[in-house]
């Protein structure tokens, strides 16, 4: 038992460095090709972010334990709307911009909805994985186009770029990193599981999607403290929808899943959590701190409920 929750614990730290000189390399390539910032900022930070969620998922899947992968997608997006915003929100009242609450939370609504539905049949085979990925090339192609004609062609130098060589060196030293820690995480996961008696869906959703969001905790709260409230809550509402479809999509166009501990209750608290937020995003367009006690409360009662089940 130890020595699994030695490997979970080394796990997480490779996975997230792994992830980190991943994005390091990835964005000083994208600037080397004067790729503009705000395209780096959607496509490429926003999928070093989700990286350690996409290799424990896929890991997961390949390795026959789809209840993790799933339940580490699902329980990270309630991590991140409950208690990411909600931790975020307690430390400084969170300004929302009104294009987030008019296309951003209510397309990443629609992404649990439509995961919900899909998980209804108990799978999600390559016909769910690629409706998806469909959805996710129209979610960049609209925010792509937004950002652009809000931004126009502006481009940030890098004042200090990244050699070329050092910046692949990187890319290839995290892809390891992840790949490696992945592995090592997932077995112990899976192993600490069944030692105890656990089913895979409620190690997803509870360790691994802790262990796999700390990324988005870290950026969020940093962002919150510093006022830069517009970064906290893009980057949860940008993990979401990149969790749900892309990660879940590439997973299940490789490895199709049958879900078994994954419930609905799970799945509706994952999409009332988003109802939450919206709803929270209209009063004056200002999550405040009394609404982020209520969001991280939620999640407490959740894990609560969780808690109550494996005992």
Not at 145 to 161: F, I, L, Q, S
Not at 229 to 255: D, E, P, Q, R, Y
């Amino acid at each position: 038992m130890i020595l699994n929750i030695v490997f979970i614990l080394a796990g997480i730290v490779l996975v997230l460095w792994g992830a980190d000189r991943l994005t390091d390399g990835a964005v000083a390539l994208a600037e080397r090709m004067n790729i503009p910032q705000i395209v780096i900022g959607l496509t490429i930070v926003a999928m070093g972010t989700s990286m350690p969620e996409f290799c424990v998922s896929l890991v997961s899947a390949l390795k026959g334990t789809p209840d993790l992968a799933v339940g580490n997608i699902v329980g990270s997006n309630i991590f991140n709307s409950l208690l990411i915003v909600g931790v975020a929100a307690m430390v400084t009242p969170m300004t929302i911009l009104h294009s987030t609450v008019k296309m951003d939370i209510p397309f990443a609504l629609v992404a649990a909805v439509v995961l919900l539905m899909m998980c209804m049949d108990g799978n999600i085979s390559r016909i769910d994985a690629g409706i998806l990925l469909a959805l996710l090339a129209i979610f960049m192609y609209v925010t792509l186009k937004e950002a652009k004609g809000e931004n126009g062609a502006t481009k940030e130098a890098n004042r200090h770029p990244m050699n070329v060589w050092k910046a692949i060196g990187f890319l290839l030293l995290g892809l390891v990193c992840l790949i490696v820690g992945s592995n090592i995480f997932v077995d112990g996961a899976t192993n600490v599981a069944h030692t105890l008696g656990v089913s895979d869906a409620v190690i997803g959703l509870t360790i691994v999607a802790g262990g796999t969001s700390l990324p988005e905790l870290a950026t969020s709260v940093v962002s919150a403290r510093k006022g830069q409230s517009g970064i906290a809550i893009g980057n949860v509402l940008g993990s979401n929808v990149f969790n749900i479809l892309a990660i879940l999509g590439l997973t299940g166009i490789i490895s199709p899943m049958i879900i078994q501990g994954i419930t609905t209750t799970d799945l509706s608290v994952m999409v009332v959590a988003m109802i939450m937020l919206w709803l929270f995003s209209f009063t004056k367009y200002t999550i405040a701190r009394w609404e982020g006690a209520i969001l991280t409360a939620t999640f407490v009662g959740y894990l609560s409920y969780l808690l109550y089940q494996v005992v």
